[in-house]
């Protein structure tokens, strides 16, 4: 059995009083991917910005339960959210680089916030670009903008950046559905590598990259957690009904 | 959740159909060979008959397994839908073999030389057609209806005939050392209970697929593990 990284008991999240994830109980482990599907409106997007406490931002969003990471409990109210989010990285749909910021600076501004020294900000930099495999690609262009880049390399951008202050988890909100399948398959390389250092918690609507890429997947229905096994059972033989009727395209 | 019209259930229940056929025409023929055995069969053209029956099984498999290829290539099947498609390309493969070795059973037939001195074995023979008969057709109403139990109770079948065939090998052995004008039938009727054999052989490797398709577990070669998700990762 690997580690426990994250544990969530009885997690439910509203939205004014609309309840969107109800009672979800489970156990992420550490340095896997865990993918989550779901329909669209299961909840699978609230699911991770309760776990970066970004939930809690939208005026009238509710949240009751606990979310363990490293067996912390981060809703516990001396808990800084700043902090949180240190510890737990965020990758979106779409490709966001902060505009108007260099290739470099989008991946530096993050440590030097955190306060990083300046002679090693450029290894750091340099690190986090290797992880994320971009380096080669851009290494001789880091002054250009990284909104220059191509989509691909932007959505490998935003992973350096979220790498660089050295999360422990690393949340990706359907990070290649706005990608070519060659950008996709760049990514999905990358997530199986990224697993030797961090966690990969990931949301798509891709049942194959979800196959693909992930050690464990989690079935979200109406805000439920319907099954949450090994890869490779919820796609060879789920034991729920619901999951199968769902990945066989069967109902949606 | 919302019912979604899906087209993959029009295909399968296709190969389903075609596999039936399949089926359908493996049976025939080893009731002809049957018949030829005990000269129960008067049709002059049965041999014809059956050689285009033979093809005719050759062409189900080949269509089976392009719709098979296309599924798989298009719709990337997962879950029960992955595990039927896997069951029928076994299956295709199976009744293949199955056709073969009916039809080879019907040609020794015709040309083995009868005495009487083979009456009692041939009478087993008539036995051991019908279990190996019966054993295909459970096979197939298994497999159409998913039947668990069923097929279950094939893989005990397969133990009567692999018995049946000891005995008549027995038997025959003993006639060729007596009998030494016997010798070229008694090879071909062994020869022959080694064919029936194997098809009922392939009517349990039928019967263990829908064990896979309905529960998800391989039963065959029990004894080798698992390979472990790190190593198929690599
Ligand atoms: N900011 C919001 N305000 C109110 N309701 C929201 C908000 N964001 C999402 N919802 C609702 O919460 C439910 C879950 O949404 P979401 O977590 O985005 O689902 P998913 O990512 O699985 O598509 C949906 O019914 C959605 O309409
Ligand atoms: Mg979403």
Known sequence: ???????????????????????????????????????????????????????????GADIQGQIFLEGQNIYEKHIDPVLVRRKVGMVFQKPNPFPGLSIFDNVAVGLKLMGVKKRVLYERVEDSLKQAALWGEVKNILKRQGTSLSGGQQQRLCIARALAINPSVVLMDEPTSALDPISTARIENLIRRLKEKVTVIIVTHNMQQASRISDKTAFLLSGELVEY???????TNPSEVRTESYITGRFG | MRKIQNKLDERLNYIRSLILDMGGFVEKTIASACDLLLDKNPNPNIMHELKMREEEINTLQLRVSRVCFKILARESPVAGDLRLILAIVNANTDLERMGDLAFNIAMKVESIEKDPILDE?????????????????????????????????????????????????????????????????????????GELERIADH????????????????????????????????
């Open chain 1, 1 to 59: 059995m690997s580690d426990v990284l994250v544990k969530i008991r009885n997690l439910s999240a509203s939205f004014s009083s609309v309840t969107v994830l109800k009672n979800i109980n489970l156990e992420i482990p550490s340095r896997k991917v865990v993918a989550f599907i779901g329909p669209s409106g299961c909840g699978k997007s609230t699911f991770l910005r309760c776990l970066n406490r970004m939930h809690e931002e939208v005026p």
């Open chain 1, 229 to 235: 096994e090994k890869t490779s059972k919820i796609f």
């Open chain 2, 121 to 193: 074995i041939i009478h087993m023979y008539e036995s051991m057609f019908a279990q190996v008969s019966k054993m295909v057709h459970s096979s197939l109403d298994a497999f159409v209806a998913e039947d668990e139990r069923l097929s279950r109770k094939i893989l005990i079948q397969d133990d009567n005939v692999d018995q049946i065939r000891d005995k008549v090998r027995k038997g025959l052995e003993d006639i060729t050392l007596s009998h030494n004008r016997l010798i070229k039938p008694c090879i071909d009727l062994i020869i022959m209970a």
């Open chain 2, 203 to 234: 009517a349990t490797n039928i019967a263990e697929e829908v064990i896979f398709l309905k529960t998800g577990d391989d039963i065959r070669h029990q004894d080798i593990p698992d390979q472990p998700e790190e190593e198929y990762k690599k």
